[in-house]
């Protein structure tokens, strides 16, 4: 069993900065993508940036720019800077990451969700 631990969730005026980690730990052999989804009141969860394990990332076109995703692998952490935040990403931000346990299996992970709340 793998289990994702967000942090770094708060509070923050518009115009400003949040940084979100995610450490995975259980029975990881290797970890394949690893990304940030979020979901707003009301809404539908949408991707906001993935890295897979070569360090390739593919953002949101409403994050290009203000938002960078990154991962340390010796640690099995994603991370994802947050600058010039809007009012409108205010949402629960969610780890995901797809983990293989043997050379062979995988299966798809979600963190339980952290808080970013922009105020206006």
């Known amino acids: 069993q793998v289990q994702l631990v967000e942090s770094g969730g708060g509070l923050v005026q518009a115009g400003g900065s949040l940084r979100l980690s995610c450490a995975a730990s259980?029975?990881?052999?290797?970890?394949?993508?690893m990304a940030w989804y979020r979901q707003a009141p009301g809404k539908q969860r949408e991707l906001v940036a993935s890295?897979?394990?070569?360090?390739?990332?593919n953002y949101a076109d409403s994050v290009k720019g203000r938002f960078t995703i990154s991962r340390d692998n010796a640690k099995n952490t994603v991370y994802l800077q947050m600058n010039s935040l809007k009012p409108e990403e205010t949402a629960v931000y969610y780890c995901?990451?797809?983990?293989?346990?043997?050379?062979?299996?995988?299966?798809?992970?979600w963190g339980q969700g952290t808080q970013v709340t922009v105020s206006s």
């Open positions: 995901y990451a797809n983990v293989y346990s043997s050379t062979w299996y995988s299966n798809n992970y």
């Open positions: 259980g029975t990881i052999f290797s970890i394949d993508v």
């Open positions: 890295i897979d394990s070569g360090g390739s990332t």
